[in-house]
């Protein structure tokens, strides 16, 4: 947890950014029968049948104190569309003397999954462009694209039922450049101090409570 805050207590670095990275599943509804049409004073409504219609993945990430914002809605989350996405931010960054990046422990997050798709040379290149920083058992809610994919569920996803890839695709790169061109941050409070006093423990030795 402390290496993750200390990290997001640095200041702003075009030469090492910090990009936190997670994913969201996204469940493909059909409907059944076209939903009613609005009439004034009434709400649009839909009927309570639909058609599943599998799922698909949305890779969200960000780096919150530039408000850059890397979106990608893929069939899943495998270790090849994982390769394939790293590949993008590590495009994004070319001048970059390492970037930080942020995200949870799943098997799909090693340095196998660049290896595999791209080749043991290539592979480890791209890997090496990255400084990991995992966030704990228990502690996703430190990682800040956690805030990045509640945005994305509410102002692109809502609630509204999708049948297919082709839409969200369109609509997640079109909610990128949005936020791209709006550089919208994050402004992210809980430092390594909060988290003392919250936790009750001075440095890496933990206190008992009194209470």
């Not at 780096?63 to 893929?74: I, L, W, Y």
């Not at 990046?101 to 660049?114: E, F, G, T």
């Not at 990991?132 to 039922?161: D, M």
Request: aromatic residues 10%.
């Amino acid at each position: 947890m402390e290496d993750v805050l200390a990290l997001y207590e640095k200041p702003f670095s075009e030469k090492e950014p910090v990009v936190c990275v997670d994913e969201k599943p996204v469940v493909l509804h059909a409907d059944v029968r076209a939903p009613r049409p609005m009439r004034p004073g009434q709400i649009a409504r839909r009927d309570c049948e639909y058609r599943r219609c599998g799922t698909a993945n949305t890779f969200c990430g960000v780096e919150p104190k530039a408000g850059r914002h890397f979106t990608k809605v893929t069939p899943n989350r495998s270790s090849p569309e994982f390769a394939d996405y790293l590949v993008e931010i590590v495009a994004g960054y070319p001048e970059a003397d390492t970037i930080h990046l942020v995200m949870d422990n799943l098997s799909s997050h090693r340095r196998k999954a660049l290896v595999e798709r791209y080749g043991e040379s290539i592979g480890g290149l791209l890997w090496d462009r990255f400084t990991v920083h995992y966030t704990p058992k228990h502690g996703s809610w430190l990682n800040q694209a956690e805030i990045e994919i509640s945005l994305f569920s509410r102002q692109c996803l809502g609630q509204r039922r999708i049948p297919s890839l082709a839409n969200p695709r369109q609509q997640a790169r079109a909610w990128s450049r949005k936020m791209n061109r709006g550089r919208i941050t994050i402004d992210w409070k809980f430092t390594r101090r909060k988290a003392r006093q919250k936790f009750c423990y001075k440095g890496n030795n933990f206190m008992r409570s009194e209470t």
